[in-house]
């Protein structure tokens, strides 16, 4: 135990950070299905390998990830999926490391607490087996907040395009990347001498800023469309009115009038909400780091961190207050901006009851584990769907299919994608009477679904069941011949 701990010294916790992260990666991959993100990006690469540009837009409208998924993948011969997978394994681990090596720049007695927390806190590590855009976003603005940080010591304007061309990639995976611009005008505004400020404010944040003013002017004049007008957008009086309005109907008298206030209000609430939830027991170290008023030191030596926090925190309100909802890894970014001050108050703690340290490295290794192992049934009817599907039937529109999972395991990447559960489009279907076969994807909440399909003409072809109580039906119409 001794020596393994000694080797893992000697690596150094970036290192660590990097090549534990990988491990995790694998796990993760390893006992997990493709998610409905991932699918669909895989499609979309399929899609500008067979047709190009407009071919993939028809299918999504935020590129890059796609793209860089078909180029890897004929490049090296490996499928869109295995590339993507292999590119969020590594950008996962880049990130990482980058982060401690930011933390041990600041502060090195910090770095392997870093590493720990990076590696564990549940919000930035429980999704590793998905396809996703944020992994790509999150490597690169950590590599942007790398560059600042050296950029700082030595400002110079090569180094300050470095830094504004890493943060406009990040934001080619995720446009809420931008918004730290803002965070590195703010973090120089308030830290750099007073003789300094003005420079190096322009330095660092002054193009993007100029940049970002023509892109809401051309916003608001009509002349952006796609992902980024709809985000910049993304809250409207009108449909927040309308939602209000909604409410406000379902509310006793005397709190109509406040149907908008209690919205707004229980919107917001999902974001301390959320993120308390994803930092898991990693919440503890930064109420200890408050009790013991070490916020302000803790903040002032890793001042880029909590400017990009409070820089990203206004996009998980909007976010939330346009539609209610916040889905756990949009609050990523902000984890990892919190992981210094996780890092300090773990430092804090366990330098002032040493005795804890051994119990802290054991559950944090734990939650780490924890959040790739799957404890979940896996899906394994719905691969073996795809599967049949793909040795039985050609992929034509006359197959109606309903399940996203089904066709991917079929590599059926253009066929026409039905409603999901939508038994009246399935009515309409058969009354049509231009398909010849049905796959349907249903949960053990849809209540029994073979009298039904008895009753609009449609016969049990196959039936994959799933140990959740969910299955695939493939079915045809009565007296059809389908090939087993």
């Keep these: 135990m001794n020596a393994a701990l000694q080797r893992l010294r000697s690596l150094g916790p970036a290192p660590a950070a990097f090549f534990g992260s990988l491990l995790l990666s694998a796990i993760a991959l390893a006992t997990n299905t493709l998610n409905r993100d991932g699918m669909l990006y895989v499609r979309t690469a399929e899609a500008y390998l067979a047709g190009g540009l407009e071919a993939a837009r028809e299918s999504f409208d935020w590129l890059f990830l796609p793209i860089l998924m078909a ?51 549940i919000g930035i590590n429980e999704y590793r087996h998905e396809l996703l855009r944020e992994y790509g976003c999150w490597f690169f603005a950590l590599l942007a907040f790398r560059l600042a940080l050296d950029w700082d010591a030595r400002p110079g304007w090569l180094g300050a395009l470095a830094v504004q061309a890493a943060l406009l990639v990040a934001a080619l995976f995720r446009s809420e990347a931008l918004v730290l611009f803002a965070a ?7 830290s750099a001498a007073p003789g300094q400020r003005l420079r190096r404010v322009a ?44 409410l406000a109907s379902t509310l ?10 209690i919205l707004l209000a229980g919107s917001l609430a999902l974001v301390p909400f959320e993120l308390v939830q994803k930092l898991g027991p990693f919440v503890l170290p930064l109420i200890f780091l408050m009790h013991a008023r070490a916020v302000r030191s803790s903040a002032s030596r890793h ?7 409070a820089a990203h925190l206004p996009v998980l309100c909007v976010f939330v207050a346009d539609l209610q909802f916040l889905a756990g890894r949009y609050v990523g970014l902000s984890l990892l901006m919190l992981v210094p001050f996780v890092a300090a108050g773990l430092f804090r703690f366990t ?20 959040n790739v192992v799957s404890t979940g049934e896996p899906r394994h009817h719905v691969v073996e769907a795809g599967r049949w599907l793909a040795a039985n039937a050609e992929e034509s529109d006359t197959v109606y299919i309903d399940s996203r999972r089904v066709a991917h395991y079929a590599r059926w990447y253009f066929v ?50 799933g140990g959740n109580g969910g299955a695939v039906i493939v ?3 009565v007296g059809t011949d389908v090939s087993d």
């Design 71 to 121: 180029w890897g993948s004929r490049l090296t011969g490996l499928g869109p999926e295995a590339v993507g997978q292999l590119f969020n394994a590594l950008f996962m681990a880049g990130t990482c490391a980058l982060l401690v090596s930011c933390v041990g720049r600041r502060q090195p007695e910090l770095a392997w607490w870093a590493c720990l927390a990076v590696l564990s806190v």
């Design 184 to 190: 590195l005008a703010a973090w120089q505004a308030a």
């Design 203 to 246: 330095m660092i944040a002054g193009l993007p800023a100029l940049s970002g003013l023509a892109l809401l002017w051309a916003w608001s004049a009509g002349l952006l469309d796609g992902r980024l007008a709809m985000d910049l957008g993304r809250f409207s009086l009108e449909r927040f009115d309308a939602k209000a309005a909604v």
């Design 252 to 261: 006793v008298n005397w709190a109509e009038g406040n149907a908008g206030f």
């Design 303 to 309: 001042a880029l961190f909590a400017w990009g926090f």
């Design 351 to 370: 330098g002032r009851w040493p005795g804890t340290r051994l119990a802290v490295v054991t559950v944090a290794v734990l939650l780490a584990l924890a």
């Design 416 to 465: 026409p994608l039905a409603p999901p559960g939508a038994r009246a489009a399935v009515e309409r279907a058969v009354r049509g009477g231009r398909h010849t076969l049905y796959v349907l994807e249903v949960s053990d909440s849809d209540g029994p679904v073979e009298p039904w399909l008895d009753g609009v003409g449609l016969e049990v072809v196959r039936r994959f069941a």
């Design 475 to 477: 079915a045809a119409p």
